[in-house]
């Protein structure tokens, strides 16, 4: 079943270009699906406009069948968005101060709220971190509690934007092993990359974008061939191209 579907979906500023136009695709329940495309292409205002910080200016989004088009708070609750610059969304002054803040600030129950913490900082690896500063966390563990706190809200969908950008190779690799564990316990996500070859063994599907539009979407193996013409490097090896099943940096 649908868990996202995206219906002739744009966005333009007040008398300006179109940004996104005729954004059409499903993505199912417990789905992963990668959105790839060159510099802007457009795939992170995608993002911020399903997340509702921007309103769409036509089309239709609807979530779990509900048509939430003109609903930008609920689409801010039921979407989850990491920004690339994880630094943005920490505010709290140790890792638990920042992963109860979103929680605290709803109201959510004192016991409610321990559960859920307790919950994604076990997913996510933070118990031996909470009580330190996020100043002085690595990338990967700074990424990592960016995911916890948007977890912990309980979103139907995560979005991630360039979750890999600014990684060591460690860092990537915590990044990438929670993503996976995430999308073995069923959750829906969503990655923005140019960085495809760390996440296409995994993905269910492959949206291609370009000059605001999509210009081809699928399996990963039918959109591969697509991805250099568009301004996106195929990952290969010397002696050819790599396979989608062996693109990812995990052993």
């Known amino acids: 079943m649908s868990i996202l579907e995206l219906s002739s979906v744009g966005f333009q500023f007040k008398m300006g270009e179109s940004i996104i136009h005729d954004i059409s695709f499903n993505i199912e329940e417990g789905q992963f699906a990668v959105i790839t495309g060159r510099n802007g292409s457009g795939k992170s205002m995608l993002l911020k406009c399903l997340k509702g ?48 803040f979103g929680l605290e600030n709803i109201n959510i129950p004192e016991d409610e709220r321990e559960r859920r913490v307790a919950s994604v900082a076990h997913t996510f690896g933070l118990n031996a971190l909470f009580d330190r500063n996020p100043q002085t966390l690595s990338g990967g563990e700074l990424r990592r509690l960016t995911m916890a706190g948007v977890m912990v809200m309980e979103p139907t969908i995560l979005m991630l934007d360039e979750p890999f950008a600014n990684l060591d190779t460690e860092g990537i690799r915590q ?46 193996d039918s959109v591969l061939p697509y991805v250099e013409s568009h301004g996106v490097r195929r990952p290969r090896y010397p002696s050819g191209f790599i396979a989608v099943e062996d693109m990812t940096w995990l052993t």
Not at 81 to 91: E, P, R
Not at 181 to 190: E, F, L, P, S
């Open 53 to 100: 910080l921007y309103p769409i200016t036509q089309g239709r989004i609807i979530i779990n069948n509900d048509d939430v088009s003109k609903k930008e708070s609920m689409r801010n609750r039921l979407l989850g968005l990491i920004f690339q610059d994880a630094d943005c969304q920490v505010v709290g002054q140790t890792v638990r101060r920042d992963i109860l």
């Open 175 to 220: 990044v990438l092993e929670t993503l996976v564990k995430m999308r073995h316990q069923g959750v829906t996500i969503i990655v923005v990359t140019h960085e495809i070859e760390k996440v296409l063994a995994y993905a269910d599907t492959l949206i291609l974008m370009d000059c605001g539009s999509i210009v081809a979407s699928g399996l990963p």
